[in-house]
T-cell receptor
Framework: EAQVTQNPRYLITVTGKKLTVTCSQN?????MSWYRQDPGLGLRQIYY???????DKGDVPEGYKVSRKEKRNFPLILESPSPNQTSLYFC???????????????FGPGTRLLVL | AQSVTQPDIHITVSEGASLELRCNYS??????LFWYVQSPGQGLQLLLK??????LVQGIKGFEAEFKRSQSSFNLRKPSVHWSDAAEYFC?????????????FGTGTRLLVSP
């Protein structure tokens, strides 16, 4: 089954304690991204990756890091979490079409993070 | 930069009644447009998408959307709402200004279905 998986699904942590949220896709997609969802703001892109070892900042990258060492995995790292990073996080992947169009983005189930 | 506006934060519809959720986008060329649904506690599920061609697109669960270039709109419709349609709905457009072609989302519309 084609899917994007995220772990953990729920996480409670304290300010300053480093954490990693994993993301994996089994569709061989080149493009992957992380979004955060906050009430009244919709989803905003944090970071994205166009291929292995190619990553770049999205709209709200402060306080986050990512890596793309393998095509299927795209972990999100919070080196020193703060309460304003309490949010619902989604990983997504997609493949650009041959004509340069946009493939459909597939989303993971989400990770709900609470930073105390 | 591209943007998406969903002017209705909440909408309440009676079960069996018709539904229309509004979405307006800003983009100069032909946009790539999507509607996603998020049920409570769930992830995002793609309802339908528009890339080109027929301006009326059919999606899953009986939803359809119409692309109107003159109005910069991509409204979502359903002729008869079911209680299971209660969810949050997001319209999104692809930002083609970057090589990544990221999605720009609206702020969402929460649909409530009354008996």
């Amino acid at each position: 089954e084609a899917q994007v998986t995220q772990n953990p699904r729920y996480l409670i942590t304290v300010t300053g304690k480093k954490l990693t949220v994993t993301c994996s896709q089994n569709m061989n997609h080149e493009y992957m991204s992380w979004y955060r969802q906050d009430p009244g703001l919709g989803l905003r892109q944090i970071y994205y990756s166009m291929n292995v070892e190619v990553t770049d900042k999205g709209d709200v990258p402060e306080g986050y890091k990512v890596s793309r060492k393998e095509k299927r995995n795209f972990p999100l790292i919070l080196e020193s979490p703060s309460p304003n990073q309490t949010s619902l996080y989604f990983c997504a992947s997609h493949q650009a079409t041959e004509r340069g169009g946009h493939g459909t983005q597939y989303f993971g189930p989400g990770t709900r993070l609470l930073v105390l | 930069a591209q943007s998406v506006t969903q002017p209705d934060i909440h909408i309440t519809v009676s079960e069996g009644a018709s539904l229309e959720l509004r979405c307006n986008y800003s983009y100069g060329a032909t946009p790539y447009l999507f509607w996603y649904v998020q049920s409570p506690g769930q992830g995002l599920q793609l309802l339908l998408k528009y890339f080109s061609g027929d301006t009326l697109v059919q999606g899953i669960k009986g939803f359809e959307a119409e692309f109107k270039r003159s109005q910069s709109s991509f409204n979502l419709r359903k002729p008869s709402v079911h209680w299971s349609d209660a969810a949050e709905y997001f319209c999104a457009v692809v930002d083609m200004n970057t090589g990544f072609q990221k999605l720009v989302f609206g702020t969402g519309t929460r649909l409530l279905v009354s008996p």
